[in-house]
């Protein structure tokens, strides 16, 4: 059983849903990344997802472009994060998750990504334009070494293809609640509950909704339909408002604390 099925087999023993936080590595820095997915381990996280930035993020709102942004500028690399992975894997519980665009995977090497995030503990792997059509080799490579591959669908995803994704999923599957960009909104699109129960006729992974989850009564309300809940601009937005502060990290995890105990 791989590190996120085992996740959330235990959140099901528990009776619980999940909250899955995202952060852009190296955003300000890699030292607080690193500071930052310890904070976010033990304020409750139970996976964590870790941007890989890149100077093109289209599917991205203003908030996680400019993280990615910021992060560039200190040339973080692929390599930079797999050994952030590395250092903290005895600090942390939360698997991590790698968000990427497909072109720094590209530019790193396939083939070296996948057993380098298998030795370092990477406990799966979500391409944002990775076409569901190019994913067969990659994913069983993954498998092979341990890491879920992570699919994305939207409102707008067709039955065939859910079928599709349901076939080639691993760890959870990620429903994104509405089409356009990340960025916090006001209210959860109601779209979001249709294509999770849309999606529960094919597949009985788990499924975390992201997209706009940007407050506890957001996160309460995916829970009472999803099995976790993505918060990313949210906190990304936070980490800006925070920048320069020594207190960042704690900040974050009080942050993602308070989420978790007022909706639990």
Request: no cysteine; charged share 25%; aromatic share 6%.
């Amino acid at each position: 059983m791989s590190q996120i099925s085992e996740t959330f087999a235990r959140l099901r023993r528990e009776g619980k849903r999940g909250l899955i936080p995202f952060i852009t590595a190296g955003d300000p820095d890699l030292v607080t990344t690193r500071r930052l997915l310890i904070e976010l381990d033990h304020a409750g996280a139970d996976i964590i997802e870790l941007g890989v930035p890149f100077s093109d993020p289209v599917a991205d709102g203003p908030v996680i472009q400019r993280a990615s942004m910021r992060a560039l500028k200190n040339d973080v690399s692929v390599e930079d994060i797999l050994q952030l992975v590395s250092e903290t894997r005895g600090l942390i519980k939360a698997p991590v998750v790698l968000f990427s665009y497909l072109n720094p995977l590209l530019q790193f090497g396939l083939e070296n990504l996948i057993k380098r995030a298998a030795a370092t503990g990477v406990a799966g792997i979500l391409v944002t334009d990775l076409s569901l059509e190019d994913t067969t080799d990659f994913q069983k490579s993954l498998a092979e070494n341990g890491i879920d591959l992570i699919l994305l669908l939207a409102p707008t995803t067709s039955d065939e293809r859910l079928r599709m994704i349901s076939e080639k999923a691993s760890g959870f599957i990620y429903a994104i609640s509405t089409t356009g960009v990340t960025g916090a909104r006001s209210e959860v699109s109601g779209r979001a509950r249709e294509l999770v129960s849309r999606l529960r006729k094919f597949s009985d992974l788990p499924v975390a909704v992201g997209f706009g989850i940007s407050n506890r009564e957001h996160v309460g309300e995916v829970w009472s339909y999803a099995d976790a809940a993505v918060v990313g601009s949210a906190i990304v937005a936070e980490i800006e408002r925070l920048e320069g502060d020594e207190d960042l990290p704690k900040l974050i995890g009080e942050f993602v604390s308070d989420m978790l105990q007022l909706v639990g």
